[in-house]
Nanobody, 125 residues
Framework: VQLQASGGGAVQAGVSLRLSCAASELTFGSYIMGWFRQAPGKERDIVASIDWSGFNTYYADSVKGRFTISRDNGKNTVYLQMNSLKPEDTAVYYC???????????????????WGQGTLVTVSS
C-alpha cells in the first residue's frame, strides 16, 4: 500500500494550497481517510477526516471554515483544500487510511493503518 501526498510548499499567510494524496494497492472506497499534521516538537494531530462515502467529515477546531477535505473514489485520491493559511498551519501534513474503526475513533492517529510520507507546508507572515 502506498499513500503519496503532494502539494505542499512555502507560502505567505492568507493564500491557499491544495494537498492531494493518491492511494495505490488499497481498496480505497473501504477506508476512512484522514489528514494529520505535525509541527516541530509537537504531536501529530488530526486536521480532518472523511468517511468512505464522502458525506461525513470531521475538522479540528483550528481549521474549521478554512480547510475542506474531499475524496474522489474513482481516482483513489483524497484532497485537503487549505484557504486563508496562517503561520500556525506550518507543519508536515500526512495523509492516512483507516478501516474497521468508527468515524469518531478516526480522530486518533492510532486508528490509522497506513500513512503517507508527509508533505511540508510552511506559512510565513
Amino acid at each position: 500500500v502506498q499513500l503519496q501526498a503532494s502539494g505542499g510548499g512555502a507560502v505567505q499567510a492568507g493564500v491557499s494550497l491544495r494537498l492531494s494524496c493518491a492511494a495505490s494497492e488499497l481498496t480505497f472506497g473501504s477506508y476512512i481517510m484522514g489528514w494529520f499534521r505535525q509541527a516541530p516538537g509537537k504531536e501529530r494531530d488530526i486536521v480532518a477526516s472523511i468517511d468512505w462515502s464522502g458525506f461525513n467529515t470531521y475538522y479540528a477546531d483550528s481549521v474549521k471554515g478554512r480547510f475542506t477535505i474531499s475524496r474522489d473514489n474513482g481516482k483513489n485520491t483524497v484532497y485537503l483544500q487549505m484557504n486563508s493559511l496562517k503561520p500556525e498551519d506550518t507543519a508536515v501534513y500526512y495523509c492516512s487510511a483507516a478501516a474497521g474503526v468508527s468515524f469518531s475513533m478516526a480522530r486518533l492517529p492510532g486508528s490509522y493503518t497506513y500513512w503517507g510520507q508527509g508533505t511540508l507546508v510552511t506559512v510565513s507572515s
